[in-house]
């Protein structure tokens, strides 16, 4: 890909911090429901609490989380960080991945299941589950926050390679950043 100009990127990295923040956020949200709904000992507020949940995970939750990714992925081919030329990127890319897989196969369903348990006026059976599944999202969030600020570890194995590459004075294959002769 080739690099961004400076006004994209920038943009670019707007939406990116945006769509983080605000997952970080809604998965707060996430949390301060559920814990509502299993301390309150109210069927009412476990109602309304898994019901403002399902709202959060079906409507929000799932478009920021793909925004996120997206605009990660976009960055990372348009910047010379790269995707896979550094650790800390290539976790943050796994790690989007892996929540926002989770929160699409796992989180929404069992919301929507909780939301309907409690509709129906039937005890949650997946309190804990619901309970647990932000303080995971909200840990790992917090954790690609604290990488993206920090950039630890250094360049992968690609990155090494691609780096002595471009230094060697081979000519290069600009997409690719192979050498070409």
Do not use: C
Not at 62 to 68: G, I, M, N, S, Y
Not at 99 to 122: C, I, K, M, Y
Request: glycine share 8%; no cysteine.
């Amino acid at each position: 890909m080739k690099p961004l100009k400076r006004p994209a990127r920038r943009a670019i990295l707007v939406v990116h911090v945006s769509a983080s923040a605000g997952w970080l956020g809604l998965s707060l949200g996430l949390l301060g429901l559920s814990v509502a709904a299993v301390i309150s000992g109210s069927q009412a507020v476990a109602e309304a609490s898994y019901r403002s949940m399902a709202v959060f995970a079906n409507w929000l939750m799932v478009p920021v989380a793909l925004l996120t990714l997206v605009s990660g992925v976009v960055l990372s081919l348009g910047t010379p960080w790269g995707l896979a030329r550094y650790r800390w990127v290539w976790t943050k890319f796994w790690l989007t991945l892996v929540t926002t897989g989770l929160t699409v196969f796992s989180l929404r369903p069992g919301v929507n299941a909780a939301a309907q348990e409690a509709a129906a006026g039937t005890a949650v059976t997946d309190a804990s589950g619901l309970l647990a599944a932000p303080i995971v999202s909200l840990s790992a969030y917090l954790f690609m926050t604290a990488i993206s600020v920090l950039k630890p570890w250094g360049m992968t194995r690609r990155g090494h390679r691609l780096r002595v590459s471009a230094t060697s004075g081979k000519a290069l294959d600009e997409r690719s950043l192979r050498p070409t002769a």
